[in-house]
């Protein structure tokens, strides 16, 4: 099939050659069809001997020119066979065979043949290298085109992706570090890091006034204003259910009542909901449920870090994370670890000065006691079994003279942790 970058242009198949018979067939009858035009129009002198121009010259010339030296150089020798057997015959007046004669015609029909041949074979390679050239460039535009829609969802995916969940709620961390408290300001602080994060373009976080969205309260935005209906079906969902709500996963059918992509409740690790994150707006590739999961995620640390504080060694932040790590389990299935330190008070004490300054930036240590006696406390958020045992070998030197306890965070009784006091 005949690309489209080469219409106008003829393409020969180098691959397919002509009919051997065909072209004999055509020398052949070039040359009968010269032989018997001469015979017809001079009789006496068909070959034109006596002088004038020798017509039949004209059919090893043709043939030579069409197909090359051997059909040229059979046409002339059928040429002299038929001079002889006229001459024997006397159809043409002659005292002898004309050796000069016959020796030009055969020169002719050689030199035809030979230039033919030539450029044949300088075409030929000249169609090889082309159809090279058009078949490798097919299969150019073909990677081509691969590439440029694998660069496209490349594209979707790391704009969509960012950092991880772990660096995520470490940049979260900091970028909330020096705000305290649920205010306006701290709220936008928060919006706009999780827009950035997520790929929101038009979002707001409207307040909650009696179980009831405030419309008049707009803590944040980021992006446009737009109308916040009551009755959306995405805002119910998630006040009803106190989660996540998103417009393809409720069951009513909303296409036509205009609504929000997505309802995130600003909720603390102790369950109250302070807000509402609402999403109008956001990329085709990022609205889907990992990034929605992701922005939620965000959210409920924010809050819980804008409320409770920094991070501190202090029971009441650790039981705070606890509760959030929990949540976290039950809504998106995120793994945990905790890690249960005790022995000698003295051995308890150096473990804790030397792992205070070394656990990860998210992870989160506390001093409690035990019957009078100091044990450590220290959780692993977004942390598998696997990676905690990785974890805890790279800590043995730490680790040798106390005891540890594995667990994870849904095999910890939560009144265990709640009840935890200050050494």
Known sequence: MKKPWLEGIEVVNVNN?????????????????????????????????GGGFPWPVLGPLLAGLRYGF??????????????????????QAASGFPLPWAIGVVIVAMVAGEFRDMWGRRLHRLEGAFQYRAERLEEFTRNYQLLRLSHDRLEQTVANSGLSLREGIMHLQSTLDAIDGLTETSLQ??????????????ACIVGITADRI???????????????????????????????????????????????????????????????????SMPFFAFQENNLKLIAVLVAHGVDHLRFGAATSSVTRFIASFERVRRDH??????????????????????????RSSIRAIDMICLTQDKEQPVIWIMLPLTNPAEAQAWMQRADGVLAKVTSELLSINEVDPQRIRSLEPY
């Open 17 to 49: 050659q002509g009919s051997a018979w065909g072209g004999w067939f055509e020398t052949i009858a070039l040359t009968v069809i010269m032989i018997v035009a001469s015979f017809v129009t001079q009789q006496q002198d068909p070959f034109r001997l």
């Open 189 to 202: 602080k928060l919006i706009e890091f999780v827009a950035e994060y997520g790929a929101l373009t038009q």
């Open 70 to 91: 051997v059909y040229g150089f059979v046409s002339a020798l059928l040429i002299l066979v038929v001079l002889g057997v006229a001459i024997n015959l006397q159809w």
């Open 214 to 280: 405030d419309t008049a309260r707009i803590l944040a935005r980021v992006g446009e204003d737009f109308t916040i209906d009551d009755n959306d079906p995405v805002l119910k969902t998630a006040l009803e259910s106190g989660e996540l709500a998103a417009v393809n996963l409720i069951t009513e059918n909303a296409a036509n009542l205009n609504p929000l992509l997505a309802a995130v409740p600003v909720t603390d690790s102790t369950g109250e909901v302070h807000a509402m994150l609402l999403v109008r």
């Open 330 to 355: 039950e809504e998106f299935r995120l793994d945990a670890m905790l890690l249960r330190l005790s022995g000698a008070r003295a051995d308890v004490m150096a473990a804790y000065e030397k792992l």
